[in-house]
């Protein structure tokens, strides 16, 4: 026997089903669809509601600086580098992504503490961004302002996809000490730089649901998910309680309708308009060019209020064409997890599944009023920026590993990654056919 047969046969049986699932075919083009789409749709809101948010900053600095094409031309460069980089990490071999993960969290982490220094401690206005007390973004003169934070979260997918997927494949994913205790140790340092440091609980929640997402394809135990589900669940409420202003916004969802709203900045004030916004729409909505909520009623109307101004424009079918997109693209996501045998590759999907789905579910549910203001933003919709960057770069990434999916559903048990339902299929020649499912 030759060493590279000795090689090969030495592999787990698991590892050799990955192995024949992973021949090349067509990637699944319905992705690029549904992601066109809705930057296609993003952009068109931007059209509409742009000159009466040109408008608004012109009257509150005291300035013509903003003129009736700003953000549309804006979200077109947004649109521009986002599509690159999709392009980018559909091309950019998954190996390569995975050789280099651990050297990007480190930078992910890196930067946020750069931006702490800078910001909270040095006060360097021209390096970071500032808002009440919170400082989330690099400030890069014309090119706008880079969140790390959305690297971050990019890097800790690729991380716990590699180191995730190693231990699926050993079979020691219910490990304490070689798989619980070091997913856990990482991901409460990325937790504490974003939610604690940089006060942003919104994405603390979307890095924690990629990281959830993950962990629950990796095959870990039930028990041991209750256990690592219920710690998190404790450490949000301390999190919550520790900070007034998230007090604040709980109090006041609680409250709903029967609080008063003092000013502009009051998020029952912002709920409210929220909700003015999607009933005015009616069916068919007001129309392109004549939101009334984009005049400055609505707080962050292209940013994170851009569903209530797609209800108000476009109406309950504006709505539900928006949702029907993002439920069949998670659907396909879905699809291609349940798919890939490889358990890298599986996991790094349901992470971006977990990304999606927490955008999408945390700011739709906060304007129709059923979840608290998050600050979160629409994915491919709301106003360009590093959000929709990464967004656009991990959905490149699932396009790319769409390639190597398999012909049946893979079954997980505890212990690992197990066989494909059509493993008698592994590796004929029916997988080098190009094909779409």
Avoid at 396 to 404: K, N, P, V
Wanted: glycine share 10%.
């Amino acid at each position: 026997m030759s060493e590279a047969a000795r090689r090969l046969a030495s592999q787990p049986r698991r590892a050799l089903a990955a192995l024949g699932a992973q021949r090349r075919h067509r990637p699944d083009y319905q992705l690029v669809l549904f992601v066109g789409l809705l930057m296609l749709l993003g952009l068109i809101i931007m059209y509409a509601i742009g000159p009466q948010r040109a408008n608004v900053l012109n009257n509150v600095h005291g300035t013509n600086f903003y003129t009736d094409t700003y953000f549309v031309i804006k979200q077109l460069v947004s649109l521009a580098v986002s599509i690159g980089a999709f392009a980018a990490l559909a091309l950019l071999p998954f190996t390569f992504l995975k050789k280099y993960a651990e050297k990007l969290v480190w930078v992910g982490l890196g930067l946020c503490a750069i931006l702490f220094l800078t910001g909270n401690v040095l006060h360097l206005s021209q390096i970071a961004q500032c808002s009440l007390g919170a400082c989330r973004w690099f400030e890069l003169g014309p090119l706008g302002g880079f969140q790390p934070a959305e690297f971050l979260k990019f890097a800790m997918l690729l991380y716990l996809a590699r180191f995730l997927g190693i231990r699926a494949d050993q079979g020691k994913i219910n490990d304490t000490s070689l798989t619980v205790l070091p997913v856990l140790g990482v991901s409460l340092v990325a937790l504490f730089f974003v939610v604690v440091l940089q006060k942003d609980l919104g994405t603390g929640l979307a890095l924690s649901s990629i990281i959830l997402s993950m962990l629950i394809v990796s095959g870990m135990k039930w028990q041991l998910l209750g256990k690592i589900i219920g710690g998190a669940a404790v450490l949000g409420v301390l999190m919550v309680l520790l900070f007034p202003h998230r007090m604040e916004r709980i109090t006041t969802f609680i409250q709903g309708d029967n609080s008063t709203a003092a000013n502009a900045d009051d998020a029952n004030y912002h709920i409210k308009n929220a909700k003015i916004a999607l009933g005015t729409g009616g069916f068919l909505g007001l129309g392109i060019g004549n939101s009334i909520q984009a005049t400055g009623y609505l707080p962050e109307a292209i940013n994170d209020s851009v569903f209530a101004i797609i209800g108000e424009t476009f109406g309950f079918v504006g709505v539900s064409v928006v949702l029907i997109i993002f439920s069949a693209l998670l659907l396909r996501l879905l699809r291609i997890t349940d798919h890939l045998a490889d358990s890298s590759m599986r996991l790094a999907v349901a992470g971006i599944w977990g990304w999606l789905v927490a955008h999408v579910v945390l700011n739709v549910a906060s304007m129709i009023g059923i979840f608290p203001l998050t600050g979160i933003t629409l994915p491919l919709l709301s106003f360009g920026g590093t959000s929709m960057v990464f967004i656009a770069a991990a959905l490149g990434l699932a396009f790319q590993l769409s390639r190597y999916t398999a012909h049946g559903s893979v079954v997980i048990k505890e212990s690992g990654y197990e066989d494909s339902r059509s493993r008698r299929g592994l590796g004929r020649t029916r997988f080098s056919r190009r094909r779409s499912y």
